[in-house]
């Protein structure tokens, strides 16, 4: 005899509502990991550029004899580095730094002066940064062109 009508063997509205609500939870498990590895990420690649910044311009300012500076302005969420003197304008060393967004700066602008021939300061402060692992202090030596980011 042939049957019209077999039964259905389907899944329940439940059935489906719970497999939807566990992938839905382990999706949103990498997404988290993500967003914090990024920020992560964003902060050591930041101190690598500042370390690496700062270290252009001291070696400018001792090899090549000018002077040059680090510009620093927390409102515009920058770092600058630039070799002063109007023939070094276009200098391949200048070159803006950004913080990011998970990276602050307290303090006021500040400017530090890298003399020419010996790449130490003029002036000395410390840079105070609030990351998500908590404070970051550049520290400057006195009489010196050696820093300290710790």
């Not at 409102?75 to 109007?86: D, S």
Request: glycine share 6%; charged share 20%; aromatic share 10%.
């Amino acid at each position: 005899m042939i049957t019209f009508f077999a039964k259905d063997d389907g899944f329940t509205l439940i059935e489906v509502l719970l497999v939807l609500a566990l992938v839905s939870l382990l999706a949103t498990f990498p997404v988290m990991h993500f967003a914090q590895l990024k920020k992560e990420t964003e902060t050591q690649l930041f101190f690598e550029a500042l370390r690496s910044g700062i270290t252009l311009i001291q070696t400018e300012a001792v090899v090549n004899d000018h002077w040059t500076n680090m510009e620093v302005r927390p409102t515009n969420r920058l770092i600058r580095f630039r070799v002063t003197g109007t023939e070094n304008t276009d200098h391949p060393a200048n070159h803006i730094l950004y913080l990011p967004e998970s990276i602050s700066l307290y303090g006021t602008s500040k400017e530090y002066l890298f003399s020419k021939s010996s790449g130490n300061l003029g002036n000395i402060n410390e840079l105070n940064f609030s990351t998500i692992h908590g404070r970051v202090t550049v520290s400057f030596q006195m009489g010196s062109g050696r820093f300290v980011i710790e």
